[in-house]
């Protein structure tokens, strides 16, 4: 191990500091390979402290101390101890005291992008979740708060633009003009993790907002030179965020100026600095001819997301890191909640609801399932999951669901109002809404500490003597690593009864409070409830907008599907019923497929979908989501055991065939009717018909007619935007035509330039389903714009590979396995954050038919066999492999 034997931390371990900083002085004196910061803290006991006399404990890691000053006076070797990750001073005032430390670093060496680093020759810091430490000797938690003092110095040629967090107080020249400085303040006291800096050669957009109470702020994105026109739709997003935070939940902005800058070497997608926040420049830099509907939308919600920190997660942040999910799934919630409102609600129910399914489910029943709040950790960067962002969300999802918007709001209003400039728990959180509503949450409170996805069985019943109708909901918690028993847990099931005409019959029972409007609160392991004077037996619609995050399973047939899709008057389980009629089919194909057969299912959904499509109430962004089948990861993560991506990948290839085929004439039309005119607008209803175009092409590309390519290579040739040229480009990509080279050869020469929009050529063809995919990936690890330093450049190419190219990267050989472990072992050596998610793609191996189980099991072992792991890799491989 590069670090010392690894031990877990504990959340029951929690102890408040024994020292709390008042202020910090920073000053930095930047140069590429040895910047000197000199730090001066204001220190004082904690009187809430538990412990006595304690030595004052300091973390630190790859620092070079050069000096320690206690009230003044240098610190002899003899009055510090210092390690490896901390130093401390055994003897400390009783007064409180300054302290200075001086440390040296160089962020030109710095690849694992934690701490003070260069990206493109700027430089930039990511402190979250422990990155300080690199910086300098500090109390490294998010519980001691300080308000910060920042001078910058550099070279004024290298690094004209200086920043920090805060307001400028002021800048100026020294060493007769060869350095340039600026001080920043901010006023707002803080946890170290949101500290930020950022120095270099960069352009800048700037914009005015009027807060809602009338005070001005400065609005400014720095970007590289040359990229300024790729950043108006990044700051109508935060104008639209600031203004949304206020109408929706009374927050302003409290600072004179708000900075965002792009970066090209970033570990996540952007990072929510007070003031300043950073972020990988692939979520600024948006035109029509650069960036993807899919890309706007991308920027629009984590603009947004970074914005809506400032009061979840700034003014209120986390006690510990064991309360991540409080600000980040209450966060999430927020930017989905945007989302919604700026765009289609319901599609953007769809795509969050996709999203879960996609990742937070089978994180939730594999290796690495882990409570909302997790109660022990190892590296605190593993867990940075969807489990924890995206679960996290539906909690508070849910939370809404059962206070009502109003009692809700009024919920947040008292967390703000009592918590704001504290580090908060989600105890804390949860007390607010209680207050508020008067409810008993406790049961409820579940959700943050039993892990796995709860499942939930519908049965029904009808008595056509009686009129009654019966729902009968059972559920049941899966065993998850380190939690054998599971309680039952407080779930808001949303429900409403078809009638044969498909209206909503109104839902008259004497369920008491297990019904309250049209929400069942399933509290028990099982519970019916019985419905009166129905007059005929209806269609149930269960779950309703997704109401909690839990597989449902209700007896319903095929017809009944038809049917919720054709009349739902709850758009999301419309979607739904045609989702779970496409992998009902798909399963059952690959069923037939690996027994030797071939299904003949697949007509009654084409049809249903048919019928669908020509609804013109429907907007096309939902059209285009009826289109978009499962996933071929979707359907192995729903068969969950024996999986065999060949047969997966032909069932899937089989469905969409036969839709293609009988919906030909139907597709293409519109596909050409949807034809763009007129200028570009990234607004929702254009990019829905955007999305409903390219759907219909993906599905018409399947049947590899030289119509069906032509029509590809046709929108690729002469598409006017990204969303057009980048989805015939992969298209192309995955097709044996001769098209193929020519379009790739095409885009590569057009942009191999542009660092941001030449990954979309590594994606195009890391997703391939070629046979030859490996061997064009491994080529392409060798290629001049492959950087495997840039995480954006790994998670085109490798990743991308491993998790969007199932059928290649599960090749039966198990060489896709040996390949990405590879890559892992290689990337752990300077960036572990990076590789320890890769390994993510390595999750379910368990799930594999027993050949490919092996390959993967091998693959897996020769990292845990690696001497030198980090600590980050070391965890995961540890639970993956459940040793
Ligand atoms: N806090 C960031 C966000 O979700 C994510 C992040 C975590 C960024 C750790 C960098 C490092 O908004
Ligand atoms: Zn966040």
């Known amino acids: 191990m590069k670090t010392d034997t690894p031990r877990p931390i504990y959340l029951r371990d929690y102890r408040p500091p024994n020292f709390l900083i008042k202020s910090v002085n920073l000053d930095f004196k930047l140069d590429a390979a040895a910047t000197k910061v000199r730090s001066r803290l204001k220190v004082r006991h904690n009187p809430k402290s538990q412990v006595h006399n304690a030595p004052l404990i300091l973390d630190g890691e790859n620092l070079k101390l050069d000096a320690v000053i206690l009230d003044g006076n240098t610190l002899t070797r003899s009055q510090y101890r210092l390690t490896k990750t901390s130093l401390t001073i055994p003897e400390t005032p009783i007064k409180p005291f300054t302290l200075e430390i001086h440390t040296t670093i160089d962020p030109s060496q710095n690849k694992s992008l934690q701490g003070l680093y260069r990206s493109r020759g700027v430089f930039c810091t990511q402190c979250e979740a422990q ?79 009027k807060t809602a109470s009338g005070s001005d702020v400065g609005l400014t994105i720095y970007v590289e030179h040359g990229k300024e026109e790729r950043v108006a739709w990044a ?44 972020f990988n420049d692939r979520l600024v830099l948006a035109s029509p001819e650069t960036a993807t509907d899919t890309t706007f939308e991308a920027i629009e919600s984590v603009v947004a997301h970074e914005y809506f920190h400032n009061w979840t997660g700034n003014r209120i942040t986390c006690r510990d890191w064991f309360q991540l999910c409080l600000k980040e799934g ?58 924890v962002y995206e679960k996290g969300a539906e909690i508070v999802r849910m939370i809404a669901t059962i206070l009502g918007a109003e009692a809700f709001r009024s919920g947040m209003d008292l967390y703000f109002e009592r918590h704001d400039g504290e580090a908060a728990t989600i105890e804390q959180f949860l007390e607010c809404f209680a207050e508020v509503s008067g409810r008993d949450l406790s049961q409820f409170a579940l959700w943050y500490s039993q892990s796995g996805t709860p499942h939930v ?105 038809a049917f919720l899709l054709a009349n ?32 003949s299912r697949g007509t009654g959904f084409a049809k249903a979908l048919s019928a669908a499509l020509v609804d013109d109430n429907l907007d096309w962004a939902f059209r285009a989501e009826l289109m978009r089948l499962p996933s071929q990861s979707d359907v192995a993560t729903e068969i969950g055991q024996n999986v065999d991506h060949t047969f997966i ?29 007129g200028p ?64 790739l050869d095409h885009f590569y020469q057009r942009w191999h330039e542009d660092h941001v929009v030449i990954d979309t050529w590594f994606v195009a063809q890391a997703q391939s389903p070629r046979n030859n995919a490996l061997d064009v990936v491994r080529a392409l690890t060798r290629h001049e714009r492959f950087d495997i330093t840039a995480p954006n450049k790994v998670r085109a190419l490798i990743g991308n590979f491993a998790l969007m190219n199932p059928v290649q990267f599960n090749r039966p050989d198990g060489k896709g396995y040996e390949f990405l472990v590879e890559q892992i072992l290689a990337i752990d050596r300077f960036n572990p954050q ?31 066999k690696h001497p030198d792991p980090s600590r980050d890799v070391h965890e995961i491989v540890l639970r993956i492999l459940d040793e």
């Open 131 to 209: 990155g300080f430490r690199r910086i300098t000797y500090f109390l490294d938690r998010p519980d001691v708060l300080s308000t910060y003092t920042v001078r910058l110095e550099a070279d004024p040629k290298e690094a004209p633009v200086l920043l920090s967090n805060g307001n400028r107080l002021e800048r100026g020249t020294s060493d007769r003009g060869e350095r340039h400085y600026a001080v920043w303040h901010d006023p707002h006291p803080k946890p170290c993790y949101l500290f930020a800096l950022v120095a270099g050669d960069l352009s800048s957009i700037a914009a005015d907002f």
């Open 235 to 278: 700051m109508d997003s935060l104008k639209r965020s600031m203004r949304w935070d206020e109408k929706r939940f009374g927050r302003e902005y409290d600072l004179e100026v708000f900075n965002i800058v792009a970066v090209s070497d970033f570990n996540m997608g952007a990072m929510e600095n007070k003031g300043l926040n950073i």
């Open 330 to 387: 209450l966060t999430v919630y927020r930017d989905q909640e945007f989302s919604a409102d700026e765009r289609s609600r319901v599609v953007q129910r769809i795509s969050d609801v996709r999203q879960l399914k996609a990742h937070q489910f089978p994180e939730d029943s594999g290796p690495l399932a882990h409570p909302v709040r997790p109660e022990s950790y190892i590296e605190i960067n593993n867990f940075y999951t969807a489990t």
């Open 457 to 561: 069985e519908c049965r029904t019943s009808y008595d056509k003597r009686a009129r009654t109708y019966s729902l009968t909901l059972k559920q049941t918690t899966p065993q998850t690593p380190g939690q054998q028993q599971k309680n039952p847990m407080h779930i808001p099931v949303r429900i409403g009864l078809l009638g044969p005409d498909g209206h909503d019959l109104p839902l008259t029972t004497d369920a008491g409070d297990a019904l309250l409007d049209d929400i069942i609160h399933l509290r028990q392991p099982s519970q019916t409830i019985t419905f009166t004077d129905v007059p005929a037996r209806p269609v149930p619609s269960v779950l309703r907008e997704f109401s909690a995050p839990v597989h449902l399973e209700v007896e319903l047939s095929e017809k009944d599907l």
């Open 568 to 599: 739902d008057s709850d758009a999301f389980n419309r979607w739904q019923a045609a989702n779970t009629y496409a992998m009902r089919t798909m399963v059952a194909m690959v069923e037939a497929l690996s027994r030797g057969k071939r299904s």
């Open 649 to 677: 990948y032909r069932a899937h290839r089989q469905l969409t065939r036969l839709i293609a085929r009988r919906l030909e004439d139907q597709l293409a039309a519109i596909h050409d009717t949807l034809k763009e005119s």
């Open 680 to 743: 570009f607008s990234p607004d929702a209803a254009n990019a829905g018909k955007r999305a409903a175009r390219n759907a219909a092409l993906q599905l018409l590309a399947s049947l590899g007619s030289k119509t069906a390519i032509n029509r590809t290579a046709d929108q690729y040739f002469n598409a006017s935007n990204m969303t057009e040229a980048a989805h015939a480009l992969n298209l192309l990509a995955a097709s044996n035509s001769p098209q193929r080279r020519t379009a």
């Open 834 to 864: 990076i590789a320890a998610r890769l390994l993510n793609a390595m999750r379910s191996w368990r799930a594999l038919e027993p050949k490919r189980r092996k390959l993967a099991r091998n693959a897996l072992t020769k990292i845990t």
